[in-house]
């Protein structure tokens, strides 16, 4: 079990908690460690067992002049360096690309619902955090002319496409974030718990006048380890900060390419302390998973290089879709690819990379040609079947540019957090770039709360507004695409806009995902629910009517089978094992992913209403984020912290 820590304030020095061991966490925790806090990661399985480490395609960045040669110095063996880079990867591939060219990328493949704000950040910061990543040993592949390889993606511009190792260059990331952590806890420059769960978030009541900022800060998290064969007592761990990064929820959906791990533990903790959640209705289907292999990702990276997409008959049905065809944004494509499996009787599609040759692929994509390899298929040879599956979350924990959230003493980011740069549909791999961006925001933010503190201290600041300092958090960092401030106060109201308020620490048992105080559209008696209560069931619901294809009918009857499923269940008892609270982390988001999906009755990005279909030139609507404190308090109700505190 690991201890309750007890480091007092030195100078400022804070206690922060970071859960979750991705590239967000963990560059969050080596920035946090070097600035001289306290720091403790704890991650639920190992440290390396992460969404970071499946990433494929590679992480986008425009870099400044002269990066190329620092990297080319820092690259190490060049053997190794160089030998996933595409024979296309030229000097010349980059010429006129600029952070302004990236910019518009990303506002474009969001929908126009992407902060404008957030998006210069992500795209500004680009060449610090690749630095950054090179520092920490990161070898990032370099083409035949020195200079860092760079491939081109769906829905951008230019080549700006770093990678490693052809196709790992999430495992490479994840290699040197690693082993930088391990090191750094090898000093005792920071604490490494693996195998523990994120249970709930700890709350206080905070001392604040501002309305924006919660009532409630948190003061540390209940955490619990396993071992696999036995189960700890959840236990309470102090901190001054916790950030969550705990990735996505995958796991909502029966196909996705997500690890199993990716249940979105830190979003469900978040929204049952009541912070401000925003966009859950966009989830990112990939367009290319290999049919039949679990979850086998089949990077983006190749359509770019050149592969295309069949039908039964051997057309390219894509080119028919969009102007970009197989290069078309990645909700556009799965979508297609969907429409056409309709066709031909649910059966996957082809994916053509027979031209590109054998030697090519096994440089380019090692391990895809692998994973192609294991299944039977020599895809240099013949085509290979692939379905859509779920990818990205582009919705979660609302933060300001600095990763904080609506409740003081609790940051986000990674995939939990909802910056904004994603708006309504995630541009090619610019996830593992707002992992190290915001990461590092984070900290930077975390070292102004303690300078915050010391002004506190000196009786500089007036001490009535500490929560409000301490939080930071900006309640008008929500804009509009072209950056200005959104203040339309007619948004749709939220489904939950009248319901009761969080009780904070209730001290009896308490079911927190039940249907109790809910009265709105798809409302549900236990009789509803044709059949008991899975993992498996939840899945398999939410692929089929809030999948890629979604409309009203579909979602009112996942609606009310999930909460009939709520109104059966019961809170994880004190030594749950951990599928159970994954489980009722799953349900609460299926729950709030199906309502945010009702509420927005049109289409947008990822968000495909066969009911309202986007209208050519029409702009999304853009809308407020809400805080579960306008949920129903049965769906957010935190975990009795008197029964867990053994």
């Not at 520092?135 to 496409?161: N, Y």
């Not at 196709?167 to 391990?182: F, H, K, M, P, W």
């Not at 986000?412 to 707002?434: D, F, I, Q």
Request: proline share 5%; hydrophobic share 45%; with cysteine.
């Amino acid at each position: 079990m690991p201890e309750k820590s007890a480091v007092p304030h030195e100078g400022g020095r804070l206690r922060v908690l970071i859960v979750g061991s991705g590239i967000a966490g963990l560059t969050a925790a080596l920035a946090a460690a070097a600035d001289g806090h306290d720091v403790t990661v704890a991650t639920k399985s190992t440290l390396d067992d992460t969404a970071t480490a499946h990433a494929q395609g590679g992480i986008a960045a425009v870099l400044a002049a002269g990066a190329d040669a620092d990297a080319d110095a820092d690259a190490g063996d060049p053997a190794d360096a160089g030998a996933g880079a595409s024979a296309s990867d030229t000097a010349d591939d980059t010429a006129g690309d600029t952070v302004a060219s990236h910019v518009r990328d990303t506002l474009t493949a969001g929908a126009g619902l992407g902060d404008r704000r957030a998006i210069m950040v992500l795209c500004g910061s680009a060449d610090a955090r690749i630095r950054d990543l090179i520092d920490l040993g990161t070898r990032f592949d370099v083409a035949s002319s020195g200079q860092l390889a760079r491939g081109l993606e769906a829905a951008h511009a230019h080549p700006r496409i770093l990678h490693a190792f052809g196709d790992g260059t999430g495992r490479e990331i994840q290699r040197a974030l690693s082993e930088a952590v391990r090191a750094a806890a090898g000093r005792g420059e920071l604490r490494l718990l693996e195998h523990t769960f994120l249970v709930d978030l700890a709350q206080e009541p905070a001392r604040t006048q501002n309305p924006e900022v919660a009532a409630l800060r948190v003061v540390g998290a209940w955490l619990q380890t396993s071992d696999g064969a036995n189960v700890a007592a959840p236990h309470l761990f102090d901190a001054d900060a916790v950030v969550l990064a705990t990735g996505g929820a995958g796991q909502l959906f029966a196909h996705t390419s997500n690890p199993d791990v990716a249940t979105g533990d830190g979003i469900a903790a978040a929204v049952r302390a009541g912070a401000k959640i925003a966009d859950l209705e966009f989830v990112q289907f990939h367009p290319t998973v290999l049919a039949g292999s679990g979850g086998a990702l089949i990077s983006e990276a190749v359509r770019g290089e050149g592969a295309v997409l069949l039908n039964d008959a051997g057309e390219r049905f894509l080119v028919g879709v969009h102007p970009d065809a197989e290069l078309a944004p990645r909700d556009v494509v799965a979508r297609g690819i969907a429409d056409e499996m309709a066709k031909q009787d649910g059966r996957p599609v082809l994916l053509d990379a027979r031209h590109l040759g054998r030697e090519f692929l096994e440089r380019r994509f090692p391990s895809i040609t692998a994973r192609i390899d294991a299944s039977g298929l020599d895809w240099s040879r013949e085509t290979v079947p692939v379905t859509p599956a779920a990818h990205y979350l582009m919705g979660g924990v609302v933060t300001d540019l600095s990763g904080r959230t609506s409740i003081p003493g609790l940051y986000a980011a990674g995939e939990t957090a909802r910056t904004g740069v994603h708006g309504a549909n995630r541009l090619a791999s610019n996830s593992l770039l707002e992992g190290a961006v915001f990461g590092r925001r984070v900290a930077e933010a975390l070292l102004e709360q303690t300078h915050a503190a010391r002004r506190s201290a000196d009786g500089s600041a007036d001490h009535s507004a500490d929560a409000d300092a301490d939080s930071g958090y900006d309640a008008d960092a929500d804009y509009d695409a072209d950056g200005s401030a959104d203040a339309d106060a007619g948004h749709e109201r939220s489904p939950f806009a009248d319901q009761l308020q969080c009780k904070f620490a209730p001290t009896e048992a308490v079911q927190p995902f039940s249907r109790q105080n809910c009265t709105e559209v798809g409302q549900a008696t236990s009789h509803d629910a044709a059949f008991p209560f899975s993992r498996g069931a939840l899945q398999a619901l939410m692929w089929r009517n809030a999948g890629l294809h979604r409309s009203r009918p579909a979602l009112e009857e996942a609606s009310r089978t999930l909460n009939a499923w709520a109104g059966a269940q019961r809170s994880p008892k004190t030594h749950a094992v951990l599928a159970e609270r994954e489980d009722a982390n799953l349900l609460l988001l299926a729950q709030l992913t199906v309502a945010a999906a009702l509420a927005r009755a049109e289409s947008a990005g990822a968000h495909y209403r066969t009911d309202h279909p986007a209208v050519p030139g029409s702009q999304p609507v853009a809308r407020e984020p809400h805080s579960p404190s306008a949920a129903p308090s049965s769906l957010r109700r935190p975990l009795p912290q008197k029964a867990m505190a053994h």
